[in-house]
């Protein structure tokens, strides 16, 4: 069997858990495709999978992957030998800290030209999240008023420019090294949660999104606009189950208090991949790492005040 280089999951291993060694190159099936990773971008799916022990069923974390199409299985008809292509393996067991994937077809699209392997890798969860949030959840328009809490991480800064690309009037929240980074996205107003509390305010939004960050939901609440809606985005387990439980309850008075849960479409990859091509949005990568430093990427992801997002370069 042939050999390849990948992060792998070990129960009993070092602190970090993840080692880097060898493993089987996997064989693509009649109908998967074998991508050559060049670059995985890391998610908080990532990190919050270890810690609730869901381990991937190769013990290879990472989602997020660019790369070049290896070959394929018979029956595949899309994709070609060289393809360059972008993915997400949420839906299809992780996998993506390795040189090599095999993957079903429809976990892939075809990257432009234009955007490098490690830009592509960071549209999948984090793009496609900021996307479902403003557009689905938040129904999105014109000179709406958007506050988006925890504007800096890698849903965050996507968060900031597609809300902007929107036509939104955009007020961003986040520490004070990362004002500058949120007003050069685009955000009008940018509001240092260690010097300012939005709560405190008499600002009112049309939506809120809370993507980071720690508020009581009755806050949240107030500083909506009447027929105003939340989105729970992310931040901490209790504020995830709080929004889930009590959310529906305080949905009256025109007000709307949802949570986003994530879809993986295709359709959002190549929406976001177009945006990108044209220079429309622009990922903000903080840090590369080579894969042999995975776990050392997995442990700064997961303190929680990345500016943008962290990237795996596998090639
Ligand atoms: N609902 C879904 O379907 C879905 C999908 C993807 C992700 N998520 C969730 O969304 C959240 C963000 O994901 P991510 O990938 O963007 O994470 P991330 O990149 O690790 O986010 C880090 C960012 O959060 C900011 N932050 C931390 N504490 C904050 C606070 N108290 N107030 C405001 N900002 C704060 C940090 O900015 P500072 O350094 O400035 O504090 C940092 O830039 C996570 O909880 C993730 O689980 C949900």
Redesign the pocket.
């Known amino acids: 069997m042939e050999k390849m280089k990948a992060v792998v999951y070990h129960k009993k291993g070092s602190p970090e858990k993840l080692i880097y060694e060898d493993v089987d190159k996997p064989v693509p099936a009649g109908n998967e495709i074998l991508v050559k990773i060049h670059a995985v971008s890391l ?3 990532d990190y ?1 999978s270890m810690q609730l022990r869901l381990i991937p069923r190769n013990k290879i974390f990472g989602a997020d992957i660019s790369g070049v199409v290896e070959s394929t299985g018979e029956k595949v008809f899309t994709f070609q030998p060289g393809d360059e292509v972008i993915g997400s393996l949420v839906d299809y067991g992780f996998g993506g800290l390795a040189q090599y994937v095999a993957v079903p077809e429809n976990a892939l699209i075809k990257k432009p030209k234009e955007i490098s392997f490690a830009e592509a890798s960071t549209l999948p ?2 793009g496609i ?1 900021a996307l479902q949030a403003l557009r689905d959840k938040g129904n999105i328009s014109k000179d709406d008023k958007v506050l988006i ?8 800064t996507f968060t900031v420019q597609l809300a902007k690309h929107f036509g939104a009037e955009v007020t961003a ?3 004070t ?2 004002v500058e980074q949120s007003f050069a996205l685009g955000a009008d107003e940018v509001l240092d ?1 260690t010097k300012e509390n939005f709560t405190q305010k008499t600002k009112r939004y049309n939506i809120i999104l809370a ?4 508020y009581p939901l009755l806050a949240y609440r107030k500083a909506l606009e009447t027929n105003g809606t939340y989105v729970m ?3 901490s387990y209790l504020q995830l189950f709080k929004s889930l439980v009590f959310g529906w309850l305080l949905s009256f008075g025109g007000k709307k208090m949802k ?4 879809k993986e479409l295709n359709s959002d990859l190549e929406i976001l991949a177009e945006l990108t091509a044209r220079r429309i949005i622009k990922p903000v990568i903080e840090r590369h790492y080579p894969l042999k430093k995975a776990a050392e990427a997995m442990n700064y ?1 997961k303190q ?4 943008g ?1 962290v990237v795996v370069d596998v090639v």
């Open positions: 998610n908080a799916a919050r969860v984090a999240t809490v925890g504007s800096a991480g890698g849903v965050g929240v986040c520490s090294k990362n949660y993507v980071n960050g720690s985005v992310g931040g949570h986003l849960m994530a992801l929680g005040h990345s500016s997002k």
